[in-house]
């Protein structure tokens, strides 16, 4: 059976206990390099196609991951701390692996704070290391040992990246990122979005499981499309 289950917006908070933070991050063994495009070259590659996207256009302010031309771009609204997301992270990695530069992924926050009080602080992160060129290296790293997700562990994360500690509980004290993610979040809200991992495929949205199996089934048909 696909991986078909995801955390939707509760409607009364709930209680999380912060896990203890551990051994600073590295490189997760079943995750090989995929690398980053700019955002700037696929709105040039794609400005007038984007347009007719149903889902919130990719803009230069989006991580884009993969080839820039692709023909199939697969957004997703996820959340650092939600367990299914970090299951269907495995996935794209694969998904990545697979169709390589065929295949422009982009990735916005989606914090559902209520039920994940980490959620919020964990994309803060990653758009502080985006800033420094460092977004997809911080998003694999969070990813890779989500057990982990802590402030501490955040903290250990940047400093693994070479990126500076103290500038990054600034910035979560500052809120510094807030309007960043809070500008992905209501963009999914905009677009249908009420629960985590939520895909969307060249701007339609996508109901099935999100394993590499039906994903990909999913994504094959539109490789050939002009």
Partial sequence: ?????????????VPAKRPPARRPPSAHPDHEPWRGASA???????????????GTPVSAADHVRGGAEGKVVLVEYGDYECPYCRLAHVQVMQ???????ELTYVFRNFPLTEIHPLAEPAAEAAEFAGAQGQFWAMHDAIYAHQ??????????????????????????????????VKQDFLGGVRS???GTPTFFINGHRYEGPFDY?????????LRSRP
């Fill in 1 to 13: 059976a696909g991986l078909n289950r995801t955390t939707s917006l509760p409607d009364q908070p």
């Fill in 40 to 54: 700037c070259q696929f709105i040039c590659a794609y400005s007038s196609w984007a347009v007719r996207m149903r």
């Fill in 95 to 101: 998904l990545g692996r697979h169709f390589g530069d």
């Fill in 147 to 180: 057990e982990q997700l802590s402030l501490p562990f955040l903290l250990s994360a940047a400093r693994a990246l070479g990126l500076s500690e103290s500038s990054l509980a600034a910035a979560l004290e500052a809120g510094t990122y807030a309007p960043k």
């Fill in 192 to 194: 249908g979005v009420n």
């Fill in 213 to 221: 199996q039906h994903m990909a089934a999913a994504i094959q048909p």
